[in-house]
Antibody, heavy 120, light 109 residues
Framework: QVQLQESGPGLVKPSETLSLTCTVS????????WNWIRQPPGKGLEWIGY??????????NYNPSLWSRVTMSLDTSKNQFSLKLNSLTAADTAVYYC???????????WGQGTLVTVSS | QSALTQPPSASGSPGQSVTISCTGT?????????VSWYQQHPGKAPKLMIY???KRPSGVPDRFSGSKFGNTASLTVSGLQAEDEADYYC??????????FGGGTKVTV
């Protein structure tokens, strides 16, 4: 059974950079698309981006509304992928989920989510 | 890219049916059979309910069904039960190789 687990700080200051890691167990990160999705309190889901293994390096694609602030990376040796989001504001306060998108074009496995609050 | 359009709310009595729409464009919902639907209960991660427009993962009751016509996909929940009360989100792959979610629909039973 594939499991995903987010890790990272729960509180980040405005203008700083958020760093989150998703650890995948029960499966390999060298196939599928690995995604970050967020959900502000009381609001809907927003896709942030995905990364996949393109033969030794990761190829990413980001939400156009966030692309200037987002960087994703993939470490297949550790079965982990990561998110960096810079220039944070209060609007970035959200539950951040990592999720797998498979060849059937579905988010089939999700992490439990981690709440990140942007506040001084 | 704009979010897919869903009604903010829908409701039905136990045993009745409710249908939720998800409207996109010819660059997303209308272009691929890659629409999927997710159920989310408060404080929980979303759960896959429908993929490739009409398919149900194992373990999802056959009360849940999906369809698509043109740029609009739909999720129907038949025989509503109390545990179906949740938020529902549609998602689609796009011609830009990105992903989109709908704004979400709160279903009240």
């Amino acid at each position: 059974q594939v499991q995903l687990q987010e890790s990272g700080p729960g509180l980040v200051k405005p203008s700083e950079t958020l760093s989150l890691t998703c650890t995948v167990s029960g499966g390999s990160t060298n196939t599928y698309y690995w995604n970050w999705i967020r959900q502000p309190p009381g609001k809907g889901l927003e896709w942030i981006g995905y990364i996949y293994d393109s033969g030794g390096s990761g190829t990413a694609n980001y939400n156009p509304s966030l692309w200037s602030r987002v960087t994703m990376s993939l470490d297949t040796s550790k079965n982990q992928f990561s998110l960096k989001l810079n220039s944070l504001t209060a609007a970035d306060t959200a539950v951040y989920y990592c999720a797998r998108y498979d060849l059937r074009r579905r988010f089939d496995y999700w992490g439990q989510g981690t709440l990140v609050t942007v506040s001084s | 890219q704009s979010a897919l359009t869903q009604p903010p709310s829908a409701s039905g009595s136990p045993g009745q049916s409710v249908t939720i729409s998800c409207t996109g464009t010819s660059s997303d919902v209308g272009d691929y059979n890659s629409v999927s639907w997710y159920q989310q209960h408060p404080g929980k991660a979303p759960k896959l309910m429908i993929y490739e427009v009409t398919k149900r993962p194992s373990g999802v009751p056959d009360r849940f069904s999906g369809s698509k016509f043109g740029n609009t996909a739909s999720l129907t929940v038949s025989g509503l039960q109390a545990e179906d009360e949740a938020d529902y989100y549609c998602s689609s792959y796009t011609t830009s190789s990105t992903l989109l979610f709908g704004g979400g629909t709160k279903v009240t039973v």
